[in-house]
C-alpha cells in the first residue's frame, strides 16, 4: 500500500510560534488540567474553540454503561467546547482557548487552522464510522475477534510486527465459519486494519498487531 | 435560544466565480450524473476531492438491511471520493472533480476550501453521533417516539410551526412511562431536537416539528 496524501500534514503548534502569528496568541488563554480531569462537558454552554499546547486529550461519548473514544487529541489539535462528547485529560494538559468570534477572525487568515480542523474532525468521523460498524454489526464483530483471539492461541506465530497468523482461509471462508456474508466480514476486517489491529499480508494470512486491543473489543460493546 | 455562531458561512461557489479563483477552476474536471446514480462506492481507490456545482448529493452508510444517511451535500460543498460511505446523486448533479495533491496546493492559498470541510465534517459528524446514541438507545429510541406519536393522536393540537403537544409531563415523568432514566432521555430529546424534529417550548410542552421524520425513525433501526 502506498502511503496515502494527506492535506492536513501541518504542526499548528510550529506554525503558531512564527513571528507572524504571534498576534494570533495573544487572543488566546492558557487552561491547565490535571491527569483525569475532565475539561469539558457535552453540550457545555461555553461556545469556544481551542487549541491542545501539550498533553493529551480524549473526546468521548459516554452512556450509563459504556463508552466509546472519538478521538486523541494531541498537541497543536484544535476542537470546539461544544460538542455532544465529554472532554478529558488523558495526562497533565495546557490548552489554549479563545472564543469562536475570535477564532473566526483568526481562521480566515490563517488555512493552518482550518486544515488542522479539516484533519481533527475527518479522524472523529472515521472512528464514528468505526463504531457505528461495531453498532450494527455487533454480534459479528463479537464472533469475528473471538474467532481470531481463538486462532492466536491456537496457531499464531510470534513475528517481529506482531503475531501471524496463516489461517488458510479466504474472506468468504472465515464468513461462513461466524455464520455472516463475506461483504460484512470485509467491512469488519477494513475497520480493524484501519484501527491498527490487524494487517493482511494475503489472501490466506492475517497478521495481528494488536493482540490486547482486540481483545479488548470482545469487552468493549 | 441565540442562534449559533457559525465559523463556516461561506459560499465556495460564489467565491469561486470570483476572478482570483478562476485559476483554481481550471484545475477541476466536470462529471455529471443523473438522479439516484451513485458517484462514489466505499473505498474507491480514486484519492480525489469533489465539489457540488449543482444538485445534491447523499453521503450514507448501507448495511445489508439499513441505511444511515450522513450528511446531504450541496451545491458549493466540498468532500472525498476515498471514504468507507457510499454517495449518489439524489437529483441531476453536477461535480468538479481534482486530485487531492492539486486540491492541497489550492487549499493553503484559499481559507474558504478549508472552511467549507470543516462545515461538512462537522455536520457528518453531527450525524454520526446521533447515529451512535440511537444505535446504543435503539429500544428507548422506539419507546419513545412511540410514545410522541401516540401523544399526537391522542392530544395534539396543530399549530402554524407544526403540532403542540402539551404533555405536562417532564423529562423525568416521561422517562418513567418508558422505563428510561431522566437522562437518556434527555439525549434523545436533545438529537430529536437537532434532527429538526421536534422543539422544547417550556418544561411541559414539546412542539413536534416534523411528524413525517418521527414516525420514520420507529421503522428506521
Known sequence: MPTRMRLTDIDLLE????????????????????????????????????????????????????????????????????????IQAMEDTIILVTDVRTFQKIVVDSPAFS?????????????????INGLVFKDIYLRLTEFLVQAVEDKGIPV?????????????????IVGATRQTVSVILNDLRKSGILEKVNRRTILIKDLKKLQEINSGF
Open 115 to 131: 486544515l488542522n480542523m479539516v484533519k481533527v474532525l475527518g479522524d472523529l468521523l472515521k472512528n464514528s464510522i468505526t463504531i
Open 160 to 176: 517481529q510486527q506482531g503475531i501471524k497468523l496463516e489461517l488458510g482461509l479466504t474472506t468468504g471462508e472465515i464468513a461462513q
Open 15 to 86: 506554525t503558531l510560534s512564527s513571528s507572524e502569528y504571534a498576534k494570533f496568541l495573544k487572543e488566546f488563554q492558557e487552561r491547565r488540567f490535571i491527569k483525569n480531569e475532565i475539561l469539558y462537558l457535552p453540550n457545555n454552554e461555553e461556545n469556544s474553540v481551542f487549541l491542545v499546547k501539550c498533553g493529551k486529550v480524549r473526546v468521548y461519548l459516554a452512556y450509563e454503561d459504556k463508552e466509546f473514544t472519538l478521538s486523541i487529541l494531541e498537541p497543536g489539535d484544535v476542537y470546539s467546547t461544544h460538542t455532544r462528547a465529554f
